[in-house]
């Protein structure tokens, strides 16, 4: 079957522009997908960074100054990932230039930065932007978020979304950008990782009416280029404790993002307990999802119970993969991909979306109450909420 082709170009050829390329070229595995996206272009201001690409025969051209790649009419989507100091000016000419775009977090490097981004967006309609966030692709992070659309909890008593690393546990780990306020932001590990931890609670109308936030900087200098030790002056760790609402009942929500969370890679966790249910997901056990009830045990009578299920491959669009087989980190890029076109096709329907912009300005609020929380050490109601659906 014929499906029309959307041209993407890549702006910043580093660790994520690779991950991107790399997970399109499975799109045959997406089933009816209504299109066919090629990467095309790619941009880096290192020349050397663009080699990589030679591998994908689908890239034809290669350019280290992005504005190229704004004057090319073949070009209809643009992914950038690169250095959040500069997510506000390319996100901001790739709008104006009506390309659609696929930016990265934390969508502007704080809440001003996110604004400006978001009024480019509303002066722009033409161009169709979402913010990257994947790991609520994980079929059992689906399997959560439907449990709770379902009302199975019941009255909530609380619930909790992380995501936790230990890339930083090596204090002779060399500084880059992401651990200078300068380049990462003064939010630092809230803007390297808070957006995760926001996606599905903002979804859900999990909307904080007030947070309080206990932020450490634990490793505060690392070796520079040269070796000799220089200012790491990010937060390393984040916990933010926020009162929220489901249906209507005022709850706590706690949201943790760690870049020094000694034993976890990567580990995203999300789990929502009430009176009457609740589920646990985490991608530290990728298959398996967890469901609270009481049930009737045969000859002990009424008990509590947690039981498990495993979650198979299939995500929000379906995939050729055999349903009883593993997902994985670059399936669920893959998912956010189908999902970002398929929406911007029109053809999404009710499922289950990507990070819209106000979504991403929403978590700026966030972490700015949370800054000032800590420095005043008492609750704070975020500001700039511009959800409206
Ligand atoms: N979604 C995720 O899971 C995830 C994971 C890691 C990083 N990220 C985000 O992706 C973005 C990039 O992170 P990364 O880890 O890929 O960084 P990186 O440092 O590996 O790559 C960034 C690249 O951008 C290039 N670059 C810098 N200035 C440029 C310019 N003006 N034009 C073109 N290229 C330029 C650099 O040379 C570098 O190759 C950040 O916003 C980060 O927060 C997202």
């Keep these: 079957m014929s499906v029309p082709s959307v041209n993407i170009a890549i702006i910043g050829a580093g660790l994520m522009g690779r991950e991107i390329a790399s997970a399109i070229q499975r799109w045959?595995?997406?089933i009816d997908h209504p299109v066919?996206?090629?990467v095309t272009a790619v941009c880096d201001i290192q020349p050397a960074a663009l080699d990589w690409f030679d591998q994908i025969d689908t890239v034809t051209t290669k350019v280290t100054d992005y504005q190229d790649l704004l004057a090319d009419p073949s070009i209809d989507v643009v992914y950038v990932a690169v250095r959040h100091d500069l997510h506000e000016r390319i996100y901001?000419?790739?709008?104006?230039?009506g390309k659609s775009l696929l930016a990265e977090k934390p969508f502007g490097i704080d809440a001003s930065a996110a604004a400006a981004i978001l009024d480019a967006v509303v002066a722009h309609p033409e161009s169709f932007v979402r913010c990257s966030s994947e790991m609520p692709f994980y079929p059992g992070a689906q399997m959560a978020i439907n449990y709770v659309r379902s009302g199975a909890l019941g009255t909530i008593v609380e619930a909790r979304n992380s995501f936790l690393h230990a890339s930083d546990v090596d204090v002779d780990k060399p500084i880059g950008w992401k651990r200078q306020?300068?380049?990462c932001g003064e939010a630092g590990v809230l803007n390297d990782l808070g957006l995760h931890t926001w996606h599905v609670p903002l979804r859900l109308g999990w909307e904080p009416e007030a947070v309080y936030g206990v932020l450490q900087n634990i490793v505060d200098q690392r070796p520079g280029p040269d070796g000799a030790l220089v200012d790491c002056d990010t937060w390393d760790n984040a916990v933010l404790h926020s009162w929220t609402r489901h249906e209507g009942t005022r709850f706590p929500l706690i949201?943790?993002?760690k870049r020094i969370?000694?034993?976890?890679?990567n580990t995203w966790v999300f789990e929502a307990i009430g009176l009457d249910g609740g589920v646990r997901f985490s991608t530290k056990n990728p298959k398996s999802v967890e469901v609270f009830s009481v049930v009737d045990v045969p000859g002990s009578g009424k008990e509590q119970v947690w039981q498990q299920i495993d979650a198979g491959s299939q995500s929000v669009w379906p995939t050729v993969t055999g349903a009883n087989f593993e997902f994985g980190f670059s399936d669920s890029i893959l998912q956010m991909w189908a999902v970002f076109l398929a929406e911007r096709d029109g053809s999404l329907?009710?499922?289950?979306?990507?990070v819209t912009p106000e979504e991403a300005v929403a978590t700026h609020g966030i972490f700015a109450a949370a800054q000032l929380s800590h420095a005043e050490g008492r609750a704070i109601r975020p500001q700039g909420?511009?959800?409206t659906g």
């Design 261 to 265: 969370d000694p034993g976890q890679k």
């Design 385 to 387: 909420m511009r959800i």
């Design 255 to 257: 949201t943790e993002t």
């Design 28 to 30: 045959p595995a997406l």
């Design 36 to 38: 066919r996206p090629r």
């Design 181 to 183: 306020n300068r380049f």
């Design 92 to 97: 901001s000419d790739v709008i104006a230039a």
């Design 349 to 354: 329907g009710d499922r289950f979306g990507c």
